[in-house]
């Protein structure tokens, strides 16, 4: 085995492992926005077992998703950009209610938080 093929080997390694450390940084995409006294939060976690999420919300007003996957399969070489693990904060625009339930939902690979916002009422229009 050659110098060059050893060095080249390990930089390739070395790539998998730094490109997979930014995915984890930047994963996963998270939408929010306000609806109906509200706030919903999206996050796409394709390829994650429900068992294997999790949420939070702090008493900082951030929402914090953490996420992991176990990638290997015997007799199965990955190489793969996706990360294994996800930890994601969601600064929240505005506080939640007071002891309100606060739901989630994971389906086709998307993650849905809705969030009661404190402070807001519905308006009944006749």
Do not use: H
């Not at 998998?16 to 796409?44: N, Q």
Request: aromatic fraction near 8%.
């Amino acid at each position: 085995m050659s110098f060059s093929y050893f060095i080249g080997k390990e930089l390739g390694k070395r790539a998998e492992e730094l490109s997979r450390s930014v995915f984890e940084i930047v994963y996963p995409p998270v939408d929010v926005y306000e609806e109906g006294g509200y706030l919903i939060v999206v996050a796409d976690l394709a390829g994650f077992n429900k068992d294997k999420i999790k949420a939070r919300i702090t008493g900082q007003n951030e929402l914090i998703i953490e996420a992991e996957r176990d990638i290997t399969e015997p007799g199965i070489k990955y190489v793969t950009q996706r990360p294994k693990y996800v930890r994601k904060v969601v600064k929240l625009p505005v506080n939640p209610a007071k002891d309100a339930e606060i739901t989630g939902k994971y389906e086709n690979g998307v993650l849905t938080i809705r969030i009661p916002i404190s402070g807001t009422a519905s308006v009944k229009i006749e």
